[in-house]
């Protein structure tokens, strides 16, 4: 499964994020990937893509998510806040480890059945 965080005009935050990220021994290895924007906004960084591998690359996840959240200098209102999945954008700012972790699992439950009763979907033309 493959969610994003998109920046909320705060580079700085997902620079920080990916680089917690990176640190924790249990988010360590998880792709993580940078998603640079195009045109005027080229090589800002906009939203990191991340790969979740399983239920455990959830709840690692969304621990260290909530953990660098509270971590951060000032009220965290921007930066980092809003979670990507398909056609849905969730802000995830105020949620609690065990919330942010049903919300992935939510989304990924509803992944597996928009494929299950489309098979063809991701190699139809965009």
Do not use: C, K
């Not at 993580?32 to 960084?45: D, E, H, S, Y």
């Not at 000032?74 to 949620?95: K, V, W, Y």
């Amino acid at each position: 499964m493959h969610i994003r965080i998109v920046s909320d005009e705060d580079e700085q935050a997902l620079t920080d994020l990916r680089s917690w990220l990176r640190r924790d021994p249990a988010t360590r290895t998880l792709d993580v990937a940078p998603v640079t924007g195009t045109g005027p906004t080229m090589n800002v960084l906009e939203a990191l893509d991340i790969a979740l591998g399983h239920a455990v690359d959830i709840a690692n996840f969304a621990i260290a998510y909530v953990t660098w959240r509270s971590t951060r200098a000032r009220p965290a209102r921007t930066g980092a806040r809003t979670l990507a999945h398909g056609g849905s954008t969730d802000d995830i700012g105020d949620l609690t480890a065990e919330q942010l972790t049903e919300l992935i699992r939510a989304l990924e439950r509803e992944a597996a059945s928009r494929e299950a009763d489309d098979p063809d979907e991701d190699l139809a033309p965009s």
